[in-house]
């Protein structure tokens, strides 16, 4: 238990110093993964894409 504090005060002290927690082609590829989720998801929901 003490390691998951340790690792949140890792990135906590992290933020404090400005320093960056991903990369801006991390941050594009996460936003890229959450888009394509949401359009299966609504795909699904509204009959476009059958399983």
Known sequence: MRALF???DGL???AVR???L???TEV???I???AA???GVVGLWT???AI
């Open 6 to 8: 340790e690792g949140v």
């Open 12 to 14: 906590r002290q992290l």
């Open 18 to 20: 400005g320093r960056r």
């Open 22 to 24: 991903f990369t801006p």
């Open 28 to 30: 594009a590829l996460c």
């Open 32 to 34: 890229l993964i959450v």
């Open 37 to 39: 989720g949401i359009t």
């Open 47 to 49: 009959g476009f894409i």
